[in-house]
């Protein structure tokens, strides 16, 4: 192997490795069928070296990132000594490291010179994966098995041969089994894109060149996450997090994280209550994800993102059989949204209380809706994940930035996207009655945090099923250091759900529930805002004027939370009055 | 003798071209004031004129077209200095456009300090009118009037320029956005007003709302500055036909463009692809590859089977604008764009840039920061002696200075490799823009001819090409002012689309004609030409499997559809499919999302040089020799200076007019030249690394033949 590559060369091999990825991601976008493929782009590609290290990771959805390591060393274990030129796998089952049963990862290992040199690798959430629930989302399941079907790693393409039986055998099990059937199409043909761009790569540098760039990518990496280590002083530190009760009526529970900083290595312990029989648990692959979100949102480093990132951090899951190291049978499917966001959370805070200067605030967390039933005009079955309903605040930039307004949730951390209103409406018979910014939601701070989101839908002339998963109702999202929002608008931060029964009836709705609208009747859900950074009496009252013109901050919010008052008429600063408001304050 | 004159004005240059009758061409570079657009216009214009040997007001009469790329609409998009513009829509959707579809945009998921896109229509001038139609056109709500009169009344309050009205499914039915438009014309009388339907009458509400509020966003700001050229050419007596370059490759008269601002955003860059297919006709080429290198960055641009990369939407200063534009891949990696080393050691070109202020070092403009053209002067690429002509002086030892200071000291290494590096990132970059614009799309760059323009692009032409397989470059010998060429050259063109979201095999011929025949008319209608008059039609039809939410353009036969033509639109789209992401679903259905319809007026293409100038051609002597770094020893090398043929032609600044002049570059066809070598032309440098060859065409280009790696 070339002992140095020189750094044209490498930049050169990055650049490849990057635009590969990214090619294999617009086609499952815009080949895929399901909305969650094609609208929402709830899907990851990677790419992995000989020895199952990720090379690139892209930059789709966080929280796919962490299962995606574990799993596919998982799987090339699995078939070990059987791997041949032309296979493809797939896999969903946490069992196997997979992050939860509707992500299906598709896993190719690309041969060169006879030689194992690379996987391609591809995760898509489906929109359906079996289970007594459409969507998937089951909130009464117990255990796994009451969730959807389980698929360990299989060989669907053997040396290059489809095996059609088993695919027929997997679609079977699905509802609405011709989007799923589209999106593996879609999926099939992002990683025949990926392997064809690095099998051109390969012939264009030579093999040993690749690997020598792969491993000073990785070193690189990891040189760089050290360095980021490095600027935080060695000690232990604590940090815990209330993990919502969402509707197993155990109570909240409390998430706990040793984190250890030693030179330039961090180690992270975790310690969490036992697993519960409610679909919030998550096994090591999802709780990793957490892990490595909240890393990475501390360090904000520069790409590539690739494992070598991950070198220095230890992570200890705690015992088997808790809600962060869950097994057989835990139910875990709603693991992927708050779970894994909470996990975040954990880390995210935990180091910021370190070293605060341009920390993150938290995000909105996951809190969604799916829709079922059948179509009025032809009698067809429709299912969908309506992604408006779980984009949310984003969190402020401490010292730096307001929080964005309505890209959340922090597990996709903007690389989900709504689908267009009229696409929407095209795709499933029924009316968006309402999309707007929700006001007064995102959290204050001389930095505030992005507004959260109102969706609103009305079915047309047919009763529809809502299944409305997720949390944030009994908390928003973290702020930087200590969180002012104002008792009084507490209602307007959180995760909520209603049932419009009539003009005026709104009837709030438990999380984690499955609702049945008819006719006349509506849904709506507002997700919550992000978390802000600093002290929202020290934020100009320009700002403040701004949001409230806006409609991001009401007049009440205005001298309520940050102590500006302004003329209910003109909206003018009234700036005695402020002066006022923001004296008190301080005594 | 008449001209035909195209105008690029570039954020670090305008470049100024003038064809003539006898198919000689004069060529002028200017720097760019966009405080003073007017200005800069007729010293350009006068720049000509002097080379033509004629005074401004003579010259200028004999200008019988003019075309303009302006860059006027998008650096109001960039700037967010438009008009001040209120936006109606459905009531309960007022935030789509702030929404922006709920994503943050690719390339930033882990960067917390990027910040949200500012509005061009804040929330507080968003207003929602109580009305409802749904998919199908089907009244859900019907308009409530007097809730839309408030709404006007407080718009009017807000003391709006321009209003963009954007219902849900106007699409479907227009009658609520119609009396909307109506009712807010007769209250808002001086307002620049302007409906979703007539801009983009496709599904999609985001695009839809966005574009219309870009368009009344710019609508104010593009008319005034049409009318101040109007003014300043008619002043000094043009009576020729103004046009604008369009972003969909295509030019219109200013009255159509003020109707549809939008549509001119991209017009700059539209006119590399234009120029590149010109020159690549000469030889017989239908599929080109265009390259520019500008001050700032670096575009690309791919023409296939004779037709420019359109697509159908991007994202144009953050501002989603769902117009048809020439498909411009812009990467920064132009003459400006600054080297470092970044945190990791490893060295980075672009995509900030020095741009015209202070620019790079060697300008002397006070630029501190090492640049690509202080790069490519420090390996001598560059003349120490000036660019331009001599206009533009450079200092090389600044050039040295910059990179040796920010890249050769603190890597360790020598200042000429330093250079060399930056060269080579450089290179790097520019290929990964060339597969973006091609390989990513499915289409191998070695089945195109490329097309270098710039002032430094032909210097690195010939090592792109051969990294990606490309046999031939062609470069035009005014390659530094090439779009202006291409503006120059460009047809007259109107785009037209209309829905037609139904399954292939329930399309009968009969309506496909119909929506055809509409939008041949419409299209007609808009350029003001009669139904007898001979005119060009592009058809595109964007299909998608049943059940795929995205679509695909998919060329669509000519002339009248019947049951053969449909069934072979169904393969193009499955072989399209398939070209794109590598499999199609030949079992499955497609449908039609909306067909396109482009009418074009052809615009006659100069047959190239007179006979005069061809005949000029007969010596070749280099003027001397410079140390130049090559690409594959990485070592300098004495290497022949050429002058260019391309600075013999028309007269020189001082109305003399060059004969062949001994020193310089000049052949007939059949005479070739071996690399390693330089040639200069006026407003560009052109590198022939050793082994290469390149010739001379009286067509006004060279043609460089690249020797495939080994």
Redesign the interface.
Same mark, same amino acid.
Do not use: M
């Given at each position: 192997m070339p002992a140095e590559i020189d750094p044209i060369t490498l930049s050169v091999v990055q650049g490849a490795l990057q635009a590969t990825q990214r090619a294999m991601t617009t086609t499952m976008e815009k080949t895929g069928r399901s909305s969650v493929y094609a609208i929402a782009r709830d899907y990851s590609n990677a790419l992995f070296d000989w020895d199952t290290r990720m090379v690139i990771q892209g930059e789709d959805i966080p929280t796919h990132l962490g299962s995606m390591v574990l799993a596919t060393k998982a799987v090339a274990r699995f078939f070990a000594g059987e791997i041949n030129p032309g296979d493809i796998y797939l896999h969903n089952d946490p069992t196997y490291d997979g992050s939860h049963l509707p992500d299906m990862c598709m896993y190719k290992p690309l041969f060169f010179e006879d030689e194992l040199v690379f996987w391609v690798v591809s995760k898509g959430h489906m929109v359906d994966v079996g289970g007594p629930v459409p969507g998937s989302y089951n909130p009464d399941a117990k255990e796994i098995f009451a969730e959807g079907l389980r698929v360990p790693p299989i060989r669907l393409v053997d040396r290059g041969e489809m095996r059609h039986d088993v695919l027929n055998m997997i679609l079977t099990n699905f509802r609405s089994r011709k989007y799923q059937s589209g999106d593996m199409n879609a999926q099939l043909g992002a990683i025949t894109l990926g392997e064809q761009r690095l099998r051109a790569l390969l012939e264009r540098y030579g093999k040993e060149v690749i690997k020598a760039c792969v491993e000073q990518l990785l070193d690189a990496a990891e040189a760089h996450m050290r360095a980021r280590i490095r600027t935080l002083p060695d000690g232990v530190y604590h940090s815990s997090v209330m993990a919502e009760d969402t509707g197993h009526g155990r109570g909240h529970q409390t998430l706990e994280a040793e984190i250890t900083v030693a030179g330039d290595e961090l180690k992270i312990a975790l310690a969490s209550p036992p697993q519960l029989e409610f679909f919030t648990n998550s096994y090591r692959s999802n709780t990793l994800s957490g892990v490595y979100a909240g890393l990475l949102m501390w360090a904000q480093v520069q790409p590539p993102f690739n494992e070598g990132l991950y070198r220095p951090v230890k992570v200890d899951f705690g015992p088997r059989g808790t809600m962060l190291n869950a097994e057989e049978p835990a139910p875990h499917v709603n693991c992927t949204g708050g779970p894994q966001e909470t996990i975040c959370d954990l880390i995210r805070t935990g180091l910021n209380q370190i070293e605060p200067t341009h920390a993150v605030a938290g995000w909105n967390h996951t809190w969604a809706f799916n829709i079922a039933g059948t179509r009025p005009d032809n009698g067809e079955p429709y299912l969908d994940l309506l992604i408006s309903s779980l984009i949310g605040g984003a969190g402020a930039v401490n010292n730096l930035a307001d929080g964005w307004h309505a890209i959340g949730a922090q597990a996709g951390l903007g690389g989900a996207q709504i689908g267009d209103t009229e696409l929407v409406e095209l795709l499933a018979p029924i009316v968006v009655t309402r999309l707007e910014l929700a006001t007064d939601s995102g959290m204050p701070g001389r930095w505030r945090g992005g507004c959260g989101l109102v969706t609103e839908i009305e079915p047309l002339e047919h009763e529809m099923t809502v299944i409305a998963w997720g949390e944030g109702a009994h908390q928003p999202p973290p702020c930087v250091g200590e969180s002012r929002y104002h008792p009084e608008l507490f209602a307007a931060k959180v995760a909520r759900g209603w049932h419009l029964r009539g003009a005026d009836t709104l009837h709030e709705v438990d999380h984690n529930q499955v609702l049945t609208i008819n006719p006349g009747e509506r849904y709506r859900s507002q997700t919550s805002g992000g978390g802000g950074a600093g002290d929202p009496f020290s934020r100009p009252p320009e700002a403040v004027q701004d949001d409230v013109l806006n409609n991001k901050v009401s007049l009440k919010g205005a001298e309520l939370e940050y102590g500006v008052k302004l003329h209910p008429e003109t909206l003018e600063i009234d700036s005695a009055g402020t002066a006022s408001l923001r004296k008190e304050k301080d005594q | 003798m008449n001209y035909r004159i195209g105008i690029d004005a570039g954020g670090t240059f305008t470049d100024f071209v003038a064809l003539a009758e006898d198919h000689s061409l004069l060529v002028y570079k200017t720097p760019s004031d966009p405080s003073n657009p007017v200005s800069v216009l007729l010293d350009g214009l006068t720049g000509l004129a002097r080379k033509a040997g004629l005074e401004l007001p003579d010259f200028i009469s004999r200008c019988a077209v003019l075309v303009h790329g302006s860059t006027v609409a998008l650096n109001t998009l960039i700037q967010r200095n438009g008009a001040r513009t209120g936006l109606l829509v459905t009531a /309960?959707?007022?935030?789509?456009l702030? *929404?922006r *579809?709920?994503?943050?945009e690719?390339?930033?998921?882990?960067?917390?300090?990027y910040?949200?896109a500012e509005m061009i229509v804040?929330?507080?001038r968003r207003l929602g009118v109580r009305e409802?139609i749904?998919?199908g056109g089907k009244v !859900?709500v019907p308009l409530d009037e007097a809730q839309l009169d408030e709404q006007l009344d407080r718009l009017a309050q807000e003391q709006v320029e321009a209003v963009a009205i954007s219902c @849900?499914?106007s699409i479907a039915n227009d009658r609520h956005e119609r009396k909307i438009l109506e009712k807010a014309k007769q209250r808002l009388p001086d307002c620049f007003v302007t409906a979703s339907v007539d801009i983009l009458p496709r %599904?999609?509400?985001?695009?839809r709302t966005s574009t219309t509020a870009a368009n009344a966003y710019v609508g104010p700001v593009l008319d005034r500055y049409l009318s101040s050229i109007e003014t300043a050419l008619v002043e000094q007596g043009f009576t020729g036909r103004l046009y604008i370059m369009q972003s969909n490759g295509g030019v219109a008269a200013p009255e159509v463009v003020r109707r549809r601002p939008a549509a001119v955003l991209n017009s700059g860059p539209a006119g590399g692809p234009v120029a590149a297919l010109w020159y690549g006709r000469q030889l017989g080429y239908e599929n080109v590859i265009s390259i520019d290198m500008g001050g700032t960055s670096f575009d690309v641009s791919l023409v296939r089977n004779g037709l420019p990369d359109v697509v159908d939407q991007a994202d144009i200063a953050r501002i989603r604008i769902g117009l048809p534009m020439v498909n411009v891949t812009s990467i920064g990696a132009g003459g400006g764009s600054i080297a470092r080393l970044?945190?990791?050691?490893? @060295?980075?070109v672009g995509p900030d840039s020095a741009e015209a202020n202070p620019g790079p070092a060697c300008y002397m403009r006070g630029g501190t920061k090492p640049t690509v053209t202080d790069a490519l002067v420090t390996a001598g690429y560059f003349p120490d002696t000036g660019l331009l002509g001599g206009r533009m002086m450079i200092d090389r030892t600044l050039a040295e200075q910059v990179i040796q200071d920010n890249i050769a000291a603190p890597a360790g290494i020598d200042l000429h490799k330093a250079a060399q /590096?930056i060269i080579?990132?450089t290179a790097?970059?520019m %290929?990964?823009g060339i !597969?973006?614009a091609s390989i990513?799309r499915g289409y191998d760059p070695r089945d195109y001819l490329l097309v270098a323009g710039g002032g430094a692009g032909p210097a690195f032409a010939a090592e792109l090409a051969r990294e990606l397989g490309m046999e031939k470059v062609l470069i035009p010998t005014i390659a530094g002012a090439f779009c202006a060429m291409g503006e120059a050259n460009a047809n007259l063109r109107y785009d037209a689309i209309r829905a037609c979201p139904v399954r292939l095999c329930d399309l009968s011929p009969a309506v496909a004609n119909k929506l055809f025949d509409l939008m041949e008319e419409e299209g007609r209608t808009a350029l003001g030409v009669g139904a007898g008059d001979r005119v060009r039609v592009e058809r595109t039809a964007e299909m998608k499997?049943v059940?795929?939410?995205?679509y695909?353009d998919v060329q669509a036969p000519a002339g009248v559809m019947d049951v053969p033509k449909l069934a072979q639109l169904r393969n193009n789209f499955h072989r399209r499919?398939e070209e *794109?992401?590598?499999?199609s679903?030949t079992d499955n259905e497609p449908e039609i999302v909306s067909l396109r319809a482009s009418i074009i007026i052809d615009t006659p293409a100069p047959t190239g040089a007179g006979p005069e100038q061809a005949a000029a051609l007969n010596t070749i002597q280099a003027q001397g020799t410079r140390e130049v770094i090559m690409p594959d020893t990485k070592e300098f090398q004495a290497t022949p200076i050429y002058r260019g043929i391309g600075n013999e032609t028309g007269r020189s600044e001082t109305g003399d007019r060059f004969k062949s002049v001994p020193g310089s570059f000049s052949s007939g066809s059949s005479f070739s030249l071996q690399g390693p070598a330089i040639i200069e032309e006026e407003t560009t440098t052109i590198f022939v690394p050793s082994g290469d060859t390149i010739r001379y065409d009286p067509s006004g280009f060279y043609l460089l033949e690249v020797y495939p790696r080994s």
């Open positions: - | /309960g959707h007022e935030d789509s702030e *929404l *579809l709920g994503h943050k690719d390339g930033h998921r882990w960067d917390f300090h910040p949200p804040p929330a507080q409802r749904i998919a !859900r @849900l499914w %599904v999609g509400e985001y695009a970044d945190e990791r050691g490893i @060295l980075q /590096g080579e990132v790097g970059n %290929v990964d !597969r973006i990513e499997y059940d795929q939410i995205h695909c499919h *794109l992401y590598t499999y679903e």
